[in-house]
């Protein structure tokens, strides 16, 4: 079970706008930045937001990050075939001796 | 351009030791504020942060893993490794190295490999 909680799937059609959800506590999500990747298919995951809602250079616009509480969202806008794929948030946790913590991962599905 | 690559065995017997190597080329492994990770998906699963390293050699280690686990790095062949030791089936898992930017955010990934614990 992860530390971070993460719907298992969502889907969308082209062009709509989808959310995905990461909710957190106070030790990670509540204290420190959330990060997002995008893992398509058989490949390695990919940084897709940082620090809450920057983007890396080359990800487009469509793809947003928002931070609130000990929640966190991952929008996309404009939802595009080469979208379908997992995402997963992540987060610093300060209990213990701090340590990564990841969301379970969404499987996104562009229907 | 900085790239990593994993290498070591596929195949790991149980209660063995699963050793792993990181390559990074194209960029130092002594550059700051970096650290580097290594990062686990086991099949169908999702990712599983196993422990990170700054070219120092300070360490973090999953709380779970740190009686079985040591990360170390070499700047001199600017690589870093990782050994997991009394290896069970549950270890199976495609395993990532990957540069630590902060906290959580991993901005360079190697392809990851993949590691079968099988008698």
């Known amino acids: 079970q992860s530390v971070l909680t993460q719907p298992p799937s969502e889907s969308g059609t082209p062009g709509q706008r989808v959310t995905i959800s990461c909710s957190g506590s106070s030790s990670n999500i509540g204290s420190n930045t959330v990060n997002w990747y995008q893992q398509l298919p058989g490949t390695a995951p990919k940084l897709l937001i940082h620090?809450?809602?920057q983007r890396p250079s080359g990800v487009p616009d469509r793809f947003s990050g928002s931070k609130s509480g000990t929640s966190a969202s991952l929008a996309i806008s404009g939802l595009q075939s080469e979208d379908e794929a997992d995402y997963y948030c992540a987060a610093w946790d300060d209990s213990l001796n701090g340590f990564v913590v990841f969301g379970g991962g969404t499987k996104l599905t562009v229907l | 351009q900085l790239q990593l690559r994993e290498s070591g065995p596929g195949l790991v017997k149980p209660s063995e030791t699963l050793s792993l190597t990181c390559t990074v080329t194209g960029g130092s492994i002594s550059s700051s504020p970096y650290y580097w990770v290594w990062i686990r998906q086991s099949p169908g699963k999702g990712l599983e942060w196993i422990g990170s390293i700054r070219y120092s050699g300070n360490t973090y280690y999953k709380s779970s893993l740190k009686s079985r686990l040591t990360i170390s790095v070499d700047t001199s062949r600017n690589q870093f490794s990782l050994k997991l030791n009394s290896v069970t089936a549950a270890d199976t898992a495609v395993y990532y190295c990957a540069r630590q930017y902060t906290g959580s955010s991993f901005d360079q990934w190697g392809q990851g490999t993949l590691v079968t614990v099988s008698s």
């Open positions: 620090s809450n809602n």
